[in-house]
């Protein structure tokens, strides 16, 4: 599991170009399913087929990452930028950037701001260390995306790294394709883009595939670190099966499912109300009549920064309940 | 072409209300297409059937809507209160004139005079509340007479011509989309065409999800007009548009990242034609691309715009080689389209 999230944070993927992870993650999975398809949004989409007496189920982890899309470069070979997703200021500045191509910026600001409240990402500058326009223009042209450059770190049986939302998600996905053999249900695994802006993908794969169950497999915050805003999750005490957030108030019964299989099988879990954000499961149950759904979230602090932190544990933890809720019979 | 966008402008189409408009499109592009179609939300879709074999549906989109009042209560005075529809900055409303409803009432919003106000009123920008109509009228009988509540209400403003080929008008946004679609109507195409001219847009995209629902294009292109903000006091960097270089193309907004095989299509077509274009830099705001380009499975969409100054206001002011360039660009687009 390591390896491959080493391989899956070090991609590059923001919202909207999504096209090198997608392959990554093909190549990992393409011996393993029975179809796989690029949708027209660029949504990757594997099918692996049950036993023919199960449900159609949609598990869903996007492929995207937040990032700094280029909108000006100026005469001294300074770019300005705005945000791809939900890029904030205190995190950002002095964070190394990459681009698609591999250069390599330092975000900064205009250092006349004495208040550091006064600081808005338009005030904000990524140094590719570039001496005149001509020379960043050689490198990156407007509307190229920078993400986050953080290799991944090991610390205490947790890793730290860039893009953990949702790579992490991703790779309880990939596991999940690999361990899964004896199945009764027609799965649909979804590697979805552009949840970070608004989580489109997920609502025009949904809609193409028309499951009766949909999951979301994504982080979520934690609130075990020093006066952190509570929140009943800790990192390292298993999977969160999610109960709501911003997007969706979960189907009682796919929760409860989640909840019967962890306990059957004495996998660790955790319940989850985030009062705030969003993931694909809130598009994915309003598609068309509407699809009952639930979603398993990786504990995870410091999000939407260079420096995510996820515990292994629940990475493994993760994958063994997504196995047991797909191998049985799933009843709504 | 600008007598068309004269008649455009000035036409009477807030969010809910676009019959006028909707009305001179229909008028002009009737005998263009070959089937054409009122959908149940007040969409106007007009099909032009392709020349060509294993033809794509290519969707072209531009909103009838603009934003502007409605009548929300009479007060004993005679004074009208209303509310914004759409996003108006209030600060530009004081002292500007409107037309209320069907017979085009005139009116002027007015305020309280300065020598009035409270030292702190004048301190802070002035709110739609403390604002009114008057329409000349000194009772809430007389005034019955002529407005009723939910009746809508335009700027008074009339095209301009002006400087070095430049237009003043209100309903830039998105009047320019709409002369565009007529005008690309005028040719003949391989792909079989849904011209949509869409209503609500201002109000939350509403009109353009049905459309595409209905629709179901392989390819979408809306055609919008854009915030322009080449003026004094603002840094390079936070020019959205700059007027006077082309239609601008998008890349991403707050509703939609452009499909890049199209974006990428849009600029070889500017370029082979010789068809100035600019990377609109602004990522913000949002258009009818972002009901499209989710609709069903999914919709291939881009954005082609015309630069718009002071866009909401009743003097939004554009180039004409922007509007002319656009639709060449437009047209060109979809008969290169593969």
Redesign the interface.
């Known amino acids: 599991m390591r390896e491959l999230l080493a391989k899956l944070t070090g991609t590059y993927g923001p919202s909207g170009n999504e096209e090198e992870i997608s392959k990554v993650i093909e190549d990992e999975i393409r011996d393993y399913v029975d179809e796989i398809k690029t949708d027209v949004m660029g949504n990757l989409i594997a099918f692996k087929k049950g036993n023919g007496q199960g449900k159609r189920v949609m598990l869903s982890a996007h492929m995207d990452q937040i990032g700094l899309m280029v909108t000006h470069i100026d005469d001294n070979g300074f770019l300005r930028f705005s945000n791809v997703g939900g890029i904030s200021v205190l995190n950002t500045i002095n964070s190394k950037v990459i681009f698609k191509n591999g250069t390599i910026g330092n975000v900064s600001y205009e250092s006349e701001i004495d208040n550091i409240k006064d600081i808005k990402l338009n005030r904000m500058y990524i140094d590719i260390g570039a001496k005149s326009s001509e020379e960043a223009s050689n490198k990156v042209s407007i509307g190229d995306v920078a993400v986050y450059y953080s290799p991944l770190s090991d610390s205490n049986g947790r890793y730290i790294g860039g893009a953990m939302d949702d790579r992490a998600g991703c790779a309880l996905l990939i596991q999940t394709i690999k361990e899964l053999e004896d199945c009764k249900n027609d799965v649909y695994f979804v590697f979805s883009v552009q949840e970070e802006v608004g989580l489109r993908g997920a609502k025009t794969s949904a809609y193409s595939i028309n499951p009766d169950v949909g999951i979301a497999v994504d982080v979520t915050s934690t609130g075990d670190t020093p006066k952190a805003r509570t929140m009943a999750v800790k990192l390292g005490a298993g999977p969160a099966i999610k109960v709501k957030d911003g997007s969706v108030i979960c189907h009682p019964k796919v929760k409860g499912l989640m909840i019967d299989r962890a306990e059957e099988l004495g996998i660790p879990y955790q319940l989850e109300v985030l009062e705030w954000g969003g993931t694909d499961a809130g598009a994915i149950h309003l598609t068309r009549e509407g699809v009952p759904s639930g979603a398993v979230s990786v504990p995870c602090r410091y999000i939407h920064s260079a420096n995510e932190m996820v515990d292994g544990a629940d990475l493994e933890n993760g994958v063994k309940l997504l196995v047991a809720i797909l191998e049985q019979e799933i009843e709504l | 072409m600008v007598e068309l966008l004269k008649k455009l402008t000035e036409a009477s189409g807030v969010s809910g209300n676009e019959d006028e408009v909707r009305d001179i499109i229909r008028e002009e592009i009737t005998p263009l297409v070959d089937k054409i179609y009122i959908d149940g939300i007040g969409n106007l879709i007009a099909y032009k059937k392709g020349k060509g074999e294993d033809v794509k549906k290519i969707m072209l989109c531009a909103h009838m809507d603009e934003v502007g009042f409605i009548i929300t209560s009479i007060s004993d005075n005679g004074m009208l209160k209303f509310k914004p529809v759409g996003g108006i900055d209030p600060r530009v409303l004081i002292s500007k004139r409107v037309y209320i409803g069907k017979d085009k009432i005139p009116g002027v919003l007015g305020i309280k005079a300065i020598h009035l106000q409270e030292p702190s009123e004048r301190k802070n920008a002035v709110k739609v509340e403390q604002m009114y109509i008057d329409i000349g009228v000194s009772s809430k009988e007389e005034a019955e007479k002529l407005v009723n509540l939910g009746d809508y209400a335009i700027f008074a403003s009339d095209m301009v011509e002006f400087g070095d080929n430049k237009i003043k008008a209100k309903a830039l946004d998105d009047r320019v989309g709409c002369l565009t679609l007529i005008e690309a109507l005028k040719e003949e195409y391989d792909h079989d065409l849904y011209a949509c001219f869409t209503v609500q847009e201002e109000v939350g995209l509403r009109g353009a999800g049905v459309a595409a629902y209905h629709v179901e294009p392989d390819i979408a292109v809306v055609v919008e007009g854009t915030t322009c903000s080449d003026v004094s006091g603002v840094d390079?960097?936070?020019?959205s548009t700059i007027m006077g270089s082309g239609p601008a193309i998008t890349?991403?907004d707050g509703s939609?990242?452009s499909n890049?095989a199209l974006i990428e299509k849009l600029k070889a077509t500017g370029d082979a034609k010789g068809i100035p274009y600019q990377?609109k830099?602004?990522?913000?705001g949002g258009n009818d691309a972002g009901k499209i380009?989710?609709?069903?499975?999914?919709?291939?969409t881009c954005v082609v715009s015309v630069p718009c100054r002071y866009i909401h206001s009743p003097s939004s002011v554009m180039d004409m080689d922007d509007l002319k360039n656009t639709i060449e660009l437009v047209k060109e687009f979809v008969k290169g389209c593969e």
């Open positions: 390079e960097h936070m020019y890349i991403m939609s990242i890049k990377i830099k602004g990522t913000t380009h989710i609709s069903r499975e999914g919709v291939a």
